[in-house]
T-cell receptor
């Protein structure tokens, strides 16, 4: 069965601290895709990154970085020098194997950045 | 610059009174989705259109229907809203081709539905 686990329900840090959001997935597919989405209080889900199973290179985009490790089935997300605007719920998602369009979603991690 | 537009942003309806939510996109994506999201839970897929083909999730209540008159527009009809249908409804789009890469979905701002 496919599954995405975001064990951290809520994380609270002070602004400028680094924070890592964990995502662990389960799948038997050899080809799969992983995603991170951000959902700020306004409600819109914002796409952050897509990674396919053949590309294990880490990704950096400004203060955001992603660490994909197939050996541990993890796709963790780090925010460096966090800012109040980073406060949101972050979802990790996995492509569903028998479809080209459905996602298996994690439960989400609520990130609170205190000024 | 809005790519996926949802109207209205907030909708209040009465118990049992039909309501329609709308979604439009400027991305020319062939797939459109409707999700229901409650209380910061993960979004729950209700159904999606692959081009004109409608695909319903097995656990989506019959109370929920959808229409896609053209590539750009998609509607969610709730025939008889109950209190349990109060939620955020999210529209999303993606470009897909069978057997090819799995692409990201782009979401609209959502419509928050209140049932009184």
């Amino acid at each position: 069965a496919q599954k995405v686990t975001q064990a951290q329900t809520e994380i609270s840090v002070v602004e400028k601290e680094d924070v890592t959001l964990d995502c662990v997935y389960e799948t038997r597919d050899t080809t799969y895709y992983l995603f991170w989405y951000k959902q700020p209080p306004s409600g819109e889900l914002v796409f952050l990154i897509r990674r396919n199973s053949f590309d294990e290179q880490n990704e950096i985009s400004g203060r955001y970085s992603w660490n994909f490790q197939k050996s541990t089935s993890s796709f963790n997300f780090t925010i460096t020098a966090s800012q109040v605007v980073d406060s949101a719920v972050y979802f990790c998602a996995l492509s569903k194997g028998d479809s080209n369009y459905q996602l298996i979603w994690g439960a989400g991690t609520k990130l609170i950045i205190k000024p | 610059d809005a790519m996926v537009i949802q109207n209205p942003r907030y909708q209040v309806t009465q118990f049992g009174k039909p309501v329609t939510l709308s979604c439009s996109q400027t991305l020319n994506h062939n797939v459109m989705y409707w999700y229901q999201q409650k209380s910061s839970q993960a979004p729950k897929l209700l159904f999606h259109y692959y081009d004109k083909d409608f695909n319903n999730e097995a656990d989506t209540p019959d109370n929920f229907q959808s229409r896609r008159p053209n590539t750009s527009f998609c509607f969610l009809d709730i025939r008889s809203p109950g209190l349990g249908d109060a939620a955020m409804y999210l529209c999303a789009t993606s470009r897909e081709s069978p057997g090819l890469a799995f692409y990201e979905q782009y979401f609209g701002p959502g419509t928050r539905l209140t049932v009184t």
